[in-house]
């Protein structure tokens, strides 16, 4: 199709802003980030509780065997130290030990906490001022229509999130990004900012995914699932383990009291 000439300067005026396909395509990958966002962010969930569940159930089975294996520690380096009385070194060793054994038999009887999560930070007084602002800047009563008020939510979550890290530059950013959204009412400029906030999203999920396959437990829990396809049960098997240890703990007490 041709172009209609300028009336100023006789020139081909060429239509400004995106086209309509171009739109479609930033739809087009709009759609496919949030489906991933769901997925990731389902199987992140998953996994925590998947985590959760079996440390718990762990700890619960294993951690009567730690006590009881750090009470024969400190009684065999008791019984060291009472047959060395001139080792300063041994003596220490018992003492730890002894602390040690105390403390772990007092920390048993005690329930697992909860995940704390928790701001582990004081605010300043200009991260308040600045979050104060966004709040009622994002508020969706100053939205013009409802893509603009599910915008300002979601960049709401992610102005929560960083309140709660401390981080002020995020904030910055977000009021920014608001300031841009304000100006730009087209169709591309929703879908873009749709599509920033999208991203970002899952970017946090990867990150928290990173985090809890990077965890000591994880390499466990796996493990776990391993050794039950092959009929075996890893728990099982770690409680035969530590009662081996304190068998062979228990008989090298039981010497030393009989020296001693």
Avoid at 76 to 100: F, G, K, Q, Y
Avoid at 116 to 124: A, K, L, N, R, W
Wanted: proline share 3%; aromatic share 4%; net charge negative.
């Amino acid at each position: 199709m041709d172009h209609p000439e300028s009336p100023v300067t006789g020139l081909v005026a060429t239509p400004s802003g995106p086209s309509p396909d171009d739109v479609v395509a930033k739809a087009t990958e709009l759609l496919e980030v949030e489906g991933r966002l769901v997925e990731r962010n389902e199987y992140f969930v998953a996994l925590r509780a998947e985590l959760v569940a079996f440390e718990t159930r762990y700890l619960r089975a294993v951690r009567s065997r730690y006590v009881e294996l750090d009470r024969l520690e400190a009684e065999i380096l008791t019984a060291m130290s009472v047959m060395s009385p001139d080792d300063a070194d041994l003596a220490e060793r018992a003492s730890l030990a002894r602390a040690r054994a105390t403390s772990s038999a007092a920390d048993y009887g005690e329930d697992f906490p909860e995940a704390d999560v928790s701001s582990c930070h004081t605010p300043s007084t200009g991260l308040k001022r600045l979050f104060r602002r966004l709040a009622f800047e994002m508020h969706p009563d100053h939205a013009d229509d409802e893509d603009e008020a599910s915008f300002r939510h979601e960049l709401m979550i992610e102005a929560n999130r960083a309140y709660r890290d401390g981080d002020h530059g995020l904030l910055q950013s977000l009021l920014s990004e608001l300031d841009v959204g304000a100006e730009a009412g087209s169709e591309m400029s929703r879908v873009l900012r749709k599509l920033s906030v999208a991203e970002r999203r899952l970017a946090d999920v990867e990150r928290e995914i990173e985090t809890l396959e990077q965890s000591e437990f994880h390499d466990l829990w796996r493990e776990a699932l391993d050794v039950a396809r092959q009929g075996r049960d890893l728990i099982g098997e770690k409680l035969a383990e530590l009662d081996r240890k304190i068998r062979k703990q228990q008989s090298r007490l039981d010497l030393l009291l009989h020296v001693t």
